[in-house]
């Protein structure tokens, strides 16, 4: 793990202790810190807390407080962070569920979500039962009992119907101009591998480990090969190889 990584999150845990007391269970890495895939200047930092009980709306707003770029400030991209009750965390569901969603960062668009209901469902609300499931399988305890004894996965239709809302999301944002590489395209691309690979092996990889996956499978080799280095500065592919693929993906997971 990058060291600065390493500290901050050490902090967050201080901090979270501080503001929830005996009502902390765990705090989790999650997202690239727990796969293995941390890039320092490109990744962000996902975080989810565990707390016993549903949380006042007054804690609920202190956690913000404290735990805001401004108050601690994070050395990646940008802190996801995502608290659950204990409850919602071992239920095994599909619905968001949190107590509270933040994100922030110097480059990063801040967002407080305090309940649910709250965030927009252009958004999506996919990505917390997907999320709770990579917890499940992956997730890293900064502190509190192993992730797979607090979270639970998803039942194998409710995780097909994510990953396809996930998809269907994807594919309904704005194509960029023109048709050159465009930016975010290779995000999407390796994204499907992810889901690809979920949904055939049952495992939760990194977007570029699946994309390495699902190369040595012979698929669409060299689209997926190009997304690979664009992670790495290379040039991106076009939005319509990109959608061409994730269609077929999302074609496929439908049908099963």
Request: net charge neutral.
């Amino acid at each position: 793990m990058d060291p600065a990584v390493r500290r901050y999150l050490a902090d967050l845990v201080t901090t979270a202790r501080e503001v929830l007391g005996p009502e902390l269970v765990g705090v989790y890495a999650a997202g690239s810190v727990a796969l293995d895939a941390y890039q320092p200047g490109r990744s962000d930092v996902d975080v989810a807390l565990v707390c016993r009980d549903p949380l006042p709306r007054r804690t609920r707003h202190e956690l913000v407080a404290r735990l805001r770029h401004e108050a601690l400030p994070c050395p990646a991209r940008g802190l996801e962070l995502v608290a659950y009750s204990r409850a919602v965390a071992g239920s095994g569901t599909a619905e968001p569920g949190f107590e509270v969603e933040l994100n922030t960062g110097a480059r990063m668009p801040s967002r407080v979500t305090l309940t649910p209901a709250e965030r927009p469902a252009a958004d999506g609300h996919f990505w917390y039962g997907l999320d709770r499931s990579i917890l499940y399988q992956r997730g890293h305890p900064l502190v509190g009992p192993p992730a797979g004894e607090i979270f639970a996965d998803l039942a194998p239709g409710e995780l097909r119907e994510l990953l396809v809302a996930a998809l269907r999301w994807w594919l309904a944002r704005p194509a960029p101009p023109g048709n050159g590489p465009a930016p975010g395209t290779e995000e999407a691309v390796l994204g499907a591998c992810r889901a690809l690979v979920r949904v055939h092996d049952g495992d939760w990889l990194s977007k570029v480990a699946a994309g390495r996956r699902v190369i040595a499978l012979g698929r669409d080799p060299e689209l997926v090969r190009r997304c690979v280095h664009a992670r790495s500065g290379g040039p991106a592919p076009t939005a319509t190889e990109a959608r061409a693929f994730q269609q077929q993906v999302l074609d496929e997971i439908v049908a099963g």
